[in-house]
């Protein structure tokens, strides 16, 4: 069954601890992204990969990094640099810029 | 940088009004794409655009895409229940191949 998850649904930090956002997709797509939602605020891409081994920043980098050392994975780091970490998170992939196939998303909630 | 800008940011109806949503982007798209969110969950893809004046129609749902390839509109008649969510528009501009640029969406709520 091909798709896209992460892990975990949701995810509790406490302040000041950097934290990872898991991505794996098996479609064989060679870009994958990372975005943030608040409410109110739509879609704000924070990082993207369009092939293995380089990664791009998007809008609002600041305070996050990735790696993506295999086509199915695009981890995301949450640094304790980042101000406002509380948010909800989806990684999406695609083939070059065609249809975007977005992961269930987690909901990370710092304390 | 590119902008996209989306109205309304709500609109609620009584269920069989029609509904629809509008985008405008600040420079030439080379394609424009939709997405729906329903709540609690997360975008998924409708439909893309890429020809100038293009007009496309799924069931209920009617999409545009201007002749300069700068605006885009989503039309839904008659809505139902299950047409609750927020509609996202995302341009992709002749400068990237990758970098979507996502509208803040309309939250559309019906009232049965």
């Known amino acids: 069954d091909g798709g896209i998850t992460q892990s975990p649904k949701y995810l509790f930090r406490k302040e000041g601890q950097n934290v990872t956002l898991s991505c794996e997709q098996n479609?064989?797509?060679?870009?994958m992204y990372w975005y943030r939602q608040d409410p109110g605020q739509g879609l704000r891409l924070i990082y993207y990969s369009q092939i293995v081994n380089d990664f791009q920043k998007g809008d609002i980098a600041e305070g996050y990094s990735v790696s993506r050392e295999k086509k199915e994975s695009f981890p995301l780091t949450v640094t304790s640099a980042q101000k406002n970490p509380t948010a909800f998170y989806l990684c999406?992939?695609?083939?070059?810029?065609?249809?975007?196939?977005f992961g269930p998303g987690t909901r990370l909630t710092v304390l | 940088g590119q902008q996209v800008m989306q109205i309304p940011q709500y609109q609620h109806v009584q269920e069989g009004e029609d509904f629809t949503t509008y985008c405008n982007s600040s420079t030439t798209l080379s394609n424009i794409q939709w997405y729906k969110q329903r709540p609690g969950g997360h975008p998924v893809f409708l439909i893309q655009?890429?020809?100038?004046?293009e007009v496309k129609k799924q069931k209920r749902l009617t999409f545009q895409f201007g002749e300069a390839k700068k605006n885009s509109s989503l039309h839904i008649t008659a809505t139902q229940t299950t047409d609750v969510g927020t509609y996202f528009c995302a341009g992709l501009s002749g400068g990237s191949n990758y970098k979507l640029t996502f509208g803040k969406g309309t939250l559309l709520t019906v009232n049965p």
């Open positions: 479609l064989n797509h060679d870009a």
């Open positions: 999406a992939s695609s083939v070059s810029g065609r249809t975007q196939f």
């Open positions: 655009l890429v020809k100038s004046g």
